[in-house]
């Protein structure tokens, strides 16, 4: 699915990626207790936010201040980067982002790691072609 979206041009995100993070991460923080994780859309297509988290994971942009302290907020422990907050890469808020929804998914379905069983049926399913 991550063919959906847009793809980085060495080590940049175009706009209407970096948009969609920030959908993504305003979704996630409407997530309540539902078991399914949260959705944006892109172009008209449904897109976990695991997805765009996963699709940022290599872009070397510099985080806006308002999506900085949007992550910041989410961790057990001070944020310590490099240099100052305002240099915090696209790179880093998405792997903190994906480490989040990955642990609110196995909070939310009693410890049973969803994507991981799905993962785990589609890679059996190809293997039976």
């Not at 080590?11 to 399914?36: C, N, S």
């Not at 410890?111 to 890679?123: L, Y």
């Amino acid at each position: 699915m991550s063919n959906a979206l847009p793809p980085l041009h060495e080590g940049h995100a175009p706009i209407t990626l970096q948009q969609l993070f920030r959908e993504a991460l305003y979704a996630f923080e409407e997530w309540d207790t539902e078991v399914t994780e949260p959705i944006v859309m892109f172009e008209g297509k449904i897109i976990p936010v695991s997805v765009v988290f996963e699709a940022m994971r290599e872009c070397t942009d510099i985080v806006p201040n308002n999506i900085v302290s949007a992550v910041t907020e989410r961790l057990t422990k001070p944020w310590e980067g490099e240099g100052p907050l305002d240099t915090m890469t696209f790179s880093t808020a998405a792997r903190v982002m994906g480490v989040l929804v990955r642990k609110r998914l196995l909070v939310v379905n009693n410890g049973v790691d969803v994507a991981a069983v799905v993962a785990e049926s589609q890679t059996a399913e190809q293997s039976d072609r």
